[in-house]
């Protein structure tokens, strides 16, 4: 059985009886002025959105996050989902950390956000950078972020968790989903891997899930096609099972090997998460046709002496070695 939990909690909100706290990055209480100079559309950051780069990106710029933990934390981790782009040699990312919070408590901590080899358009591109802050008393808090560096500090935020020491979080476990949706009670994603797909060899596709407190949620994933209708159900809306630990089940492919090929998108459905959609091509009937040599269609081509002719073989045959490379067997 698949182990997932996440409840329906608004980002910033810590949940009764989770040990872990997350805050959306885009979510700030001071910082940019204008959503286009603050916030960033990244489809496999949590929700799709992300603090922008340039947000932190010289001396001087500052953001601000207003916080309520519902309890203590022990021996507090903060936890930065990030991703940064090294578009030339240069040195990673340096944001002075600061904390402050009840009886004027302050905790001022450096970190190093270094190369992530993108700006989170992909999901490897987003890693977690651990800050060790002590025990946080249970209140308000502010947390501040600003470069420590004069230039080129720019980095993308998705979010952060504060984690008791005792609870392990990894960039690689929210990495698995290309789409995901973060809470203080876990988080619920979908994971398709390439884009191009062969409907007659796909095993299936992954709901990967995590609950930081047990509990149940419902899921739905669906097929639509080109003008948005259901092209194919590949599994109902039911119950889910969630338990503490990072799970991944398995959604069967089956509904997808009678389709034609062409363009679709996968779409996931979680309660309290919203819809996650997955733009796919279905390749299967054209990598097919390789078993089979190039189409009648092409040689008629070259018969009638047209000036692209000797390229038509080979050109249709490097498209079928890319659609196989990029849609192996699941």
């Known amino acids: 059985m698949l182990a997932i939990a996440v409840l329906a909690l608004a980002s910033g909100c810590g949940a009764a009886g989770s040990p872990v706290y997350w805050h959306e990055g885009e979510n700030y209480a001071d910082g940019p002025a204008a959503a286009a100079e603050g916030v960033s ?14 947000a932190l990106g010289k001396t001087g710029d500052r953001v601000g996050y207003d916080l309520k933990l519902p309890a203590d934390v022990p021996e507090a981790k903060l936890l930065l989902r990030y991703s940064r782009h090294h578009w030339k040699p240069m040195p990673p990312s340096k944001l002075d950390v600061v904390l402050t919070g009840p009886g004027a408590k302050r905790i001022a901590r450096p970190v190093v956000l270094g190369d992530t080899k993108g700006w989170g ?44 020491g005792s609870v392990k979080i990894t960039g ?22 390439p884009p191009a797909v062969r409907q007659d060899a796909c095993k299936g596709f992954g709901l990967v899930a995590r609950g930081f407190v047990a509990g149940t949620s419902t899921a739905e994933v669906v097929l639509l096609d080109s003008a948005g209708k259901r092209a194919a159900v590949l599994r109902r809306k039911r119950r889910v099972d969630i338990a503490v630990e990072a799970g991944r089940g398995v959604v069967p492919a089956g509904p997808l090997k009678d389709l034609p090929d062409g363009a679709y998108v996968l779409r996931a459905k979680w309660r309290g998460a919203g819809a996650f959609e997955v733009p796919v091509a279905l390749v299967g009937q054209l990598a097919e046709l390789k078993k089979h ?36 067997a699941r």
């Not at 559309?41 to 340039?54: H, M, Q, T, V």
């Not at 476990?173 to 398709?192: F, K, N, P, Q």
Request: glycine share 10%; net charge negative; charged share 20%.
């Open 121 to 164: 358009s992909k999901p490897k591109q987003w890693r977690l950078a651990a800050v060790d802050v002590g025990t946080l008393g249970a209140g308000r808090w502010r947390l501040t972020l600003s470069p420590a560096v004069t230039h080129y500090s720019d980095v993308c935020i998705d979010g952060f968790f504060i984690a008791p």
């Open 41 to 54: 559309e990244k489809a496999p950051a949590s929700g799709g959105k992300c603090l922008i780069g340039r």
């Open 172 to 193: 690689e476990e929210l990495s698995a989903a290309d789409r995901i949706h973060i809470t203080s009670s876990g988080y619920v994603g979908l994971a398709v891997g």
């Open 293 to 328: 040599g190039i189409p009648h269609e092409l040689h008629v081509f070259a018969d009638h002496g047209h000036p692209y002719a000797p390229y038509a073989e080979q050109y249709f045959a490097l498209s079928l070695d890319f659609f196989e490379k990029h849609a192996p």
